[in-house]
């Protein structure tokens, strides 16, 4: 989980220097074109990213919660409830794969690609659909942790 992590900050900073390379091509200094394509770059490596960050947050426990309510209550009881949670987001992650996955393999049949750089659009879809799947076990896998240890 850690190295799909790190690939998705591998993937943020070859973004940034890509962008950065672009607007500085484009500045009156130079004044070239840019770098080709930058902008389905940036579309597709973003949520590439976003979604290799996703189960290893999920397994250090890393998301935002609010706890304003459960404060009070004892740590088996919080524990129950964050794995409820977990597995809430567990089901929403499966559900948003599974579209993603209707969508690649839709891109796939079409032969849909993107508009000037003409990548095969189901590639970036298809991993983000994988990634999410990972992410849905990795919560039931968070879930089950925290039922099985002692507070």
Known sequence: MQGIALLGGVLLITLSATVVTSVTLRSDLVGSAGV???F???QMATAMAAFCFLPWCQLRRGNIFVDTFTLKLSERWQRRIDATWDIVYA????LIAWR?????????????????LLVPTYLPIGLCAGLAMLVSVTAVVSARRLLRTAP
């Open 91 to 94: 089901l929403v992650m499966a």
């Open 36 to 38: 080709p394509g930058d």
């Open 40 to 42: 389905e770059l940036v």
């Open 100 to 116: 993603l996955a209707v969508g690649a393999r839709a891109a796939f049949g079409t032969g849909e690609t993107s508009m000037v």
